[in-house]
């Protein structure tokens, strides 16, 4: 059974920092997962992923400030963030699939975690 459960999520002021983790499952090493943002109302964005292959990807709008990153010993997946902004509010979700490479579209992913909440204040 294929579950993820996403923590780290807060409330911080811009300029902070926090590490979300996603635990994941036996099969960590075969899948390829990524982190996505949702807002209110709003679609599923991608912020960042990590294929098998060793790729990554992520937005435009995080790059330089966050990093995704793999314990495979521990099986969880990391997405550190700094220099937070009040647009990277949103829930935060983890996601896996069994390809090789990342993708930036949610459909693409049949697994989910249930979120964690982020709140910046400006």
């Known amino acids: 059974q294929v579950q993820l459960t996403e923590s780290g999520g807060d409330s911080v002021p811009a300029g902070e920092s926090l590490r979300l983790s996603c635990a994941s499952f036996?099969?960590?090493?075969?899948?390829?997962m990524a982190w996505f943002r949702q807002g209110p109302g709003k679609e599923r964005d991608v912020v960042a992923a990590?294929?098998?292959?060793?790729?990554?990807i992520y937005a435009d709008s995080v790059k330089g400030r966050f990093t995704i990153s793999r314990d495979a010993h521990k099986k969880i997946l990391y997405l550190q963030m700094d220099s937070l902004r009040p647009e990277d509010t949103g829930t935060y979700l983890c996601?896996?699939?069994?390809?090789?490479?990342?993708?930036?579209?949610?459909?693409?992913?049949?697994?989910w975690g249930l979120g964690t909440q982020v709140t910046v204040s400006s």
């Open positions: 036996e099969w960590f090493d075969s899948v390829s």
């Open positions: 996601a896996a699939r069994w390809n090789m490479d990342p993708s930036r579209v949610p459909e693409d992913y049949p697994y």
């Open positions: 990590s294929g098998r292959d060793g790729t990554t």
